[in-house]
């Protein structure tokens, strides 16, 4: 496992202590932000970093000048393919986790940690809120700290959201009638809705997944599903990947699609879904299975929900997976900015050389496609 060389740095009264992902010390310290009343979105959590199949993962622990947890998040590391033995890190939903009083000095002290390990590349902070004023503060924050902004690559600015604070018989009402259709259509074909649960199942997971993507243009990369079912089964509370199966087949086969959600205490969101067309029902799959992890959030305390992202839809563009966007806005039309990319390059030479390199590399890969 790749562990962190500096445990400790200090600055302004706050430390910041680097952590092995999912380690004994990473659950104390979650431990005691939990019990502090500090949120940890599921990225950032213990069992996360136990299931999560990343080079490694770090836990970002900061104490006060009083030595009490203030807060805490998690960096995925991944090796360089581009410089062997350099590293990247990145932190996705980031923000909830870090007290605004914490802010400044945790990221000028992770920054100036990242600075004196030479294997570090990058670091790639992905905040995420929906409180544009916090954006702001962390957007100080972290320019302060030497970061940079930059165009976002793996998350999205905006999304659709829709309160979970009526009771799902209320939230159900207050959608439109052919929404309310669809939901309840499982209740009138031979399907069932149950979570996947069986490992076996992950490669059909991946092939719904992929046959979706081939749909909409996207571009499929073979997942291992395996493991997030297993978090899905530590972490009940945290993960959700539900299934619609055929009633009268047995086996993955019988598995016709699949949504995973995740809760982060105050919200849940909206990851990943896929779905075949191979079969004689006439039905949509998506809606009851939405439906479910908006449920399954709601009676996990979340308040909120975010539907992972939002397009401009079919309706005026040539939106390659504006259908998706169509079908989340079956459930919702208010759209919020949530997300920013900050990025740190403590040294812009090596950068520039990883880039050119595995730029190199790509266009050898296209013209032996070719």
């Not at 980031?94 to 030479?118: H, N, Q, V, W, Y």
């Not at 079912?229 to 047995?250: C, H, M």
Request: hydrophobic letters at 40%; aromatic letters at 8%; charged letters at 25%.
């Amino acid at each position: 496992m790749l562990q962190p060389r500096q445990t400790r740095v200090g600055q302004d009264g706050f430390e910041v202590h680097l952590l092995a992902g999912g380690s004994p010390e990473h659950e104390d310290a979650e431990r005691e932000l939990l019990g502090r009343g500090v949120p940890l979105p599921l990225p950032h959590r213990a069992v996360w970093a136990r299931f999560c199949p990343a080079d490694a993962l770090w836990f970002v622990l900061v104490r006060d000048p009083q030595g009490r947890a203030a807060g805490g998040f998690t960096l995925e590391v991944s090796r360089s393919r581009a410089l062997p033995g350099h590293l990247t890190l990145c932190s996705e939903r980031f923000g909830d986790s870090l007290p605004a009083a914490a802010e400044a000095s945790a990221l000028r002290a992770l920054a100036d940690l990242i600075r004196r390990d030479r294997r570090i590349l990058r670091l790639d902070i992905e905040v995420f809120s929906p409180d544009g004023e916090r954006r702001r503060a962390l957007g100080e924050a972290l320019t302060s700290a030497g970061l940079r902004p930059a165009p976002l690559v793996r998350s999205y600015p905006e999304t659709l959201t829709s309160d979970l604070l009526l009771s799902d018989e209320e939230h159900l009402a207050a959608l439109s009638v052919n929404t309310r259709r669809h939901i309840r259509a499982i209740h009138k074909r031979p399907v069932t809705l149950r979570l996947i649960e069986d490992g076996a199942f992950a490669p059909r997971v991946d092939d719904l997944l992929r046959e979706t993507l081939q749909r909409t243009g996207g571009v499929h990369r073979p997942v291992d599903w395996r493991w997030r079912i297993a978090l899905s089964q530590a972490a009940p509370r945290e993960s959700r990947l539900v299934g619609l199966f055929r009633t009268e087949a047995e086996g993955p086969e019988s598995l016709l699609a699949f949504a995973w959600g995740c809760c982060h205490g105050e919200y849940g969101h909206y990851d990943a879904a896929g779905s075949t067309r191979l079969s004689d029902l006439k039905m949509s799959f998506s809606y009851a299975l939405m439906w479910d992890l908006m449920c399954w959030a709601r009676h996990n305390g979340a308040r909120w929900w975010d539907f992972g992202g939002i397009t401009e839809g079919h309706r005026g563009s040539d939106d390659p997976v504006g259908g998706i966007s169509d079908f989340k806005r079956h459930f919702s039309t208010t759209v919020q900015q949530v997300g920013e990319r900050w990025v740190l390059e403590p040294s812009p030479v090596r950068s520039g050389l990883a880039r050119g390199v595995s730029a190199f590399a790509t266009a050898i890969r296209q013209l032996r496609a070719r």
